[in-house]
């Protein structure tokens, strides 16, 4: 990704972030709050558990998290506005809220435990560098666990999913959010994502010893957890 892409990523977020959960709810039938929870449940998410939630955007993750009984919680993400509903929807709860980008992470070494990241890692500048920071703010036998499209394999899901994505997805965004770019980036970062980014390598060159995937939903959507 480039300054430029960067710049454009934080742009449409400030430019959504009062419409996104709707949104994301809507676009998804709700599915997407099923994929958070299995996520958490996947990465086995807990009580002792210290969880920096990047990407956060308007606190979804973050909030499931805290039903998990997760008790230290910090949000962080590149949009301001984003982060402003965050923490408008988290008043009541433990979560705190950092303005940063996921390659230079304000934190010290091993001070969590968990990471998680939902459909945001390819929106990172540098997912590479990303990882590497991952890898140091997370504590030994931490765990890195991201949540992100994937285009299906099989044909008739593939081809319902991608006219979904591409034809009836952007049309509804657009409509709602008022914003006529933010809903054709979707689409068009996750087959760029699908086609170029290959996480279990990326965590592995990172020096993550294990990765495991878990493919939901007719693999429209995957849970990658990387072990430190």
Not at 176 to 188: C, G, M, W
Not at 215 to 223: D, H, M
Request: charged share 25%; net charge positive; with cysteine.
């Amino acid at each position: 990704m480039t300054i430029n892409k960067k710049n454009q990523v934080q742009r449409i977020f400030d430019s959504i972030s009062t419409r996104y959960d709707f949104l994301n709810h809507f676009l998804s039938a709700g599915i997407d709050i099923y994929w958070r929870r299995k996520a958490l449940r996947l990465t086995k998410i807990g009580s002792k558990s210290k969880l920096l939630d990047l990407a956060c955007g308007t606190g979804d993750f973050a909030l499931e998290a805290e039903k998990f009984g997760v008790k230290e919680i910090i949000g962080a993400d590149l949009s301001f506005n984003m982060l402003k509903v965050f923490h408008e929807k988290s008043e009541s709860s433990k979560g705190k809220i950092v303005q940063t980008i996921a390659e230079v992470l304000p934190f010290k070494s091993n001070s969590f435990t968990n990471i998680t990241v939902a459909f945001g890692v390819r929106n990172f500048f540098d997912i590479q560098s990303a990882f590497i920071e991952f890898n140091r703010v997370l504590s030994n036998k931490g765990k890195a666990t991201v949540l992100e499209f994937r285009l299906p394999e099989k044909g008739i899901v593939k081809s319902l999913y991608l006219f979904y994505f591409h034809k009836i997805l952007p049309a509804i965004g657009r409509l709602i959010s008022k914003d006529n770019e933010a809903y054709t980036y979707l689409p068009e970062s996750v087959n760029d994502f699908d086609k170029n980014i290959n996480l279990v390598e990326l965590f592995k060159k990172a020096g993550f010893e294990k990765v495991e995937k878990h493919s939901l939903t007719f693999g429209i959507c995957q849970v990658t957890i990387a072990y430190k």
